[in-house]
């Protein structure tokens, strides 16, 4: 380390911080802080093997601390630990690997992160804690100079914001590549007197900017030789002809520009790159930061024989061993003996991660940069290096690959998909973009963000409702069994996050017979006296992205966190309530309930719709949205549905004290918001809420379509909504009629407290002819008429056929194939694991919703054909090689099966409906039953059970009789699959 002596009444310069110079009265030798090294470099992609390794090399070489990089074009935003550093990203969320920016620091450093606002694949920020000033760093990659001016002033408004939102007693450094050139000579106190060449009309922008957030150039402030000041080499560049330029830059508050000893170019840096990376020493107080950082445990050390058996005696053995008391307090006292467990026995074991990359690549790199000035030995090393990163790459996948194998071979599936996550390249730590208030405006720091989402969960569940708590009297359920938690303990699902008591329903699981009669006893306490430990009452919210350009709170699905004993509790007045709750509930909903789903509710409208227009029933359909339908629930009424359908009163009891008494804090960068009230909604994440919205809903259509005869006559009844839990599509012959149900059905949700999203709501008219001059309105504003729809993920249009839905699913399948081709084209997999892939990841994207398709000549050829795209890829047979599908099936070692599952599904499916008349009584009628209208002239098309009949060579009464014996339809499909 550097040694300064200071002499008496000597002045020198203040090191990392603001101020006048520092004085000494004696002579002293003192230690140098060390200086911190920062840069920023346009390394042309990080997203090529190898370059990543070569830009940590480089780091190392230069002992650069943090570097700034520019075209990093990696896709969406998120961090990622390197060997011994961690890179933070924003990239584009379009799929294109263009653009993006990414600064990698040490680990040391990089534990000094609060904040990581990744503003665009343009502009991130990272702000450092650090003691006794922060450090903001904004990395810039500016459009070059063939991209609109338009996106350039963009790029500078968005800095300007951001520059706003930072403190200017804290060192702000702006850095990267501009595309600006400042030239030679100073103009301002922004720009010194060494720059390089000529200004371009950007630089004046740069400048004007600078100029305007007291920032300055440090590259023109500091006299070096000109190899030392350029940034950029054309390829054009040659010793006769020199063509360079400085576009890339860092600027700092002037206010800090002391900080900043020298900065200067390394041309002799090598990335395969023409730009040369800035590299500026900073004398920078860099002082320890104790950050809170949450404990990670790896519950799956549960299942090893040794440790199981230790925790099952040390929670055990210390719950029992303290003395029976309230809820409250057992509750405590569990949470504190699990914490222990988890501190002393289910930490994770540090594994580290091995790199594909090579001692050997990392030398012949070095080779090459002494090469720079020699295109020829230059060009000879970068081919030999591609070739090693080549082969390093497939001994890296060969490993991978046995892993997988060895992993299936166990069955240990968690494994398998973590392996095949990193074999794809799909296991990124990924972040959301920055977060825009209601107003437009950027929010950066950590309690801003906090205060928008407070503000946000506040007016998003506030109501008016009364503050006295609602008592039920009248008759009380009997009181739980031991059994009863037993059986909900076993219906416990493991790998779940924990609430915010820090309890797992993993150690649930293995409490004793002792342990079970204890927390019953606690379990009737509660359930006696309505009175819920305060602990259960909080929730936890964690906002997930609801699209990659997330932006407002609005943008967001947050999800709850909960309590497990709490869950634990109510399953077990889940599986008391659900059969009353169920017998309210109409045939047409098919949300949440026992043995239905997307399934019978996409066969509904399918085979409904498709029937109608056969016959010549015009349908107009109305695809309502409601605005944030769960939350919007008035507990008020959903008491009195709960006393209207005579539910208990110990039950309704627990319900009212955990609605009316629950709170919530929503999790943001690790840090958490105040408690918030919750005033309307159902419970998000909670085991009673789907019955519960269910009900409410059931009582609104039910008030709403009372004594209304509109919607299609299916023998003799008229049937006139599906529901799929809030996605609800009412539809009538008329749309006169249609007009009628809306109407009343607008008007009883918006007593219930439910509004319909009208610009998200939509009409769709199926029919032979088309309609013209039909129009719906809701609440006077004419609601948009579309020719296709997407419902429950499946599309819906009004010629109703399933062509385009098909080759939809196609593309889907196709897509994912493609982002997993490392895995299904990899050699080193045998085909039998691989086709085991194919069909998990793959044919259960294709074959969504098969039940409900109606396949013509055309689809079926393209499901094969589609088959055996992906066959001849996994095999890299070429188009050119005049391969025929026959040799590709015997390569592969087995005969198609897309089309063989679509026909054993269906015909599995239409078994499945007939056998249980009760749970699908509707289904049946819509396949069935005769609808009020005549059939036109000309051919049919083909329906949904012609596709039956053609396929069995059966007639629909034979099929109808077979499907009710499950011995003659697993025949039929054996049949079908043995070809």
Partial sequence: MAMLKTKQIRNSSSIGFPGGNVKSDVMETRKLRPNIRIATWNVQSLNKAGKTDNAIKEMKRLQIDILGICEMRWLDSGEMPLDGYKAFYSGRTDGAHEDGVGIIMTQKIAAKVKNFPPISERIMLIQLENNPVNINIIQVYAPTLDKADDIVDEMYNTINEIMKKLKKNEINIVMGDFNSKVGEGSTSDAVGPFGLGERNKRGDTLELFASTHELVITNTWFKQPK?????????????????????????????????????????????????????????????????????????????????????????????????????????????????????????????????????????LMEKRRLEKGNKVEYLKYQKIIRQRIRQAKENEMIEKCEEIENLQSKHDDFNIYKKVRELTGTNKRKIGRVLVSEEGSLILSVEEKKEEWKKYIEKLFYDTRTDDIPNATGESGPDILEDEVRVAIALLKNRKAAGPDGIQGEFLKLLDNESIKRLTTIFNEIYSSGKI????????????????????????????????????????????????????????????????????????????????????????????????????VKHEKMVDILKNIGMDAKTINIIVNLYWNQTAVVKIDGDHTENIKIERGVRQGCVLSPILFNLYSEYIFREALENINEGIALNGIRVNNIRYADDTIVFADTIEGLQTLIDSVVAVSSRFGLEMNVSKTKLLIVSK????????????????????YTYLGTIINENWENSQEIRCRIEKARAIFNKMSALFKNHNLTLATKIR????????????????????????????????????????????????????????????????????????????????????????????????????????????????????????????????NKVRIALMVANIRNG
């Fill in 227 to 363: 190899r030392r000041l350029y940034t950029w080499k054309s390829p054009k560049d040659k010793a006769e002809k020199i063509i360079r330029n400085q576009i890339d830059f860092i600027l700092i508050n002037k206010r800090f520009r002391n900080s900043c000893t020298t900065v200067r170019t390394y041309p002799g840096a090598d990335i395969v790159s023409d730009h040369t990376p800035v590299v500026g020493d900073f004398r920078i107080r860099m002082k320890k930061v104790n950050k809170k950082l949450m404990p990670n445990f790896d519950l799956r050390k549960l299942k090893e024989q040794g440790i199981e058996s230790k925790v099952i005696k040390i929670l055990n053995e210390e719950y029992q061993e303290r003395p029976k008391s309230n809820a409250e307090t057992e509750m405590e006292t569990l949470q504190k003996t699990i914490k222990k467990i988890k501190m002393n026995l289910l930490k994770p074991d540090r594994r580290l991660k091995k790199s594909w990359m090579t001692e050997e690549i990392l030398e």
């Fill in 533 to 632: 430990p305060e602990s259960w009452l909080k929730s936890e919210f964690i906002a997930i992205p609801k699209k990659a350009s997330a932006k407002t709170c609005d943008d967001y699905r947050t999800i709850s966190l909960m309590s497990h004993i709490l869950k634990l509790f109510l399953k077990i007045i889940h599986k008391r309530i659900y059969n009353l709750c169920e017998e309210q509930i109409a045939p047409n909903q098919f949300g949440f309930l026992n043995a239905v789903g997307t399934r019978e509710a996409l066969f509904s409208v399918q085979v409904l719709f498709q029937r109608s227009r056969d016959v010549n029933c015009k349908v107009f359909a109305c695809l309502i949205d409601y605005k944030k339908a769960f939350d919007r």
């Fill in 769 to 788: 002819e088309h309609v013209s001059g039909a129009h719906l309105k809701i609440n006077n504003t004419r609601i948009e008429r579309v020719a296709q």
């Fill in 837 to 964: 892939f194919l069909r998990c990841y793959v044919f259960s994207v294709l074959l969504y919703g098969v039940e409900t398709w109606t396949v013509s000549q055309e689809m079926t050829k393209k499901l094969e054909a589609f088959e055996l795209w992906l066959y001849r890829r996994m095999l890299k047979i070429s188009w050119t090689d005049k391969i025929t599908n026959k040799e590709v099936l015997r390569r592969m070692n087995k005969d198609t099966e897309i089309v063989n599952t679509v026909k054993s599904r269906k015909l599995q499916y239409l078994g499945h409906i007939m056998r249980n008349r009760n749970r699908y009584i509707l289904l049946q009628q819509i396949l069935q039953g005769k609808i009020n209208s005549k059939r036109g002239p000309g051919r049919r098309r083909t329906s949904w059970l012609a596709n039956l009949r053609q396929w069995y060579d059966k007639s629909s009464a034979e099929l109808f009789r077979i499907a009710t």
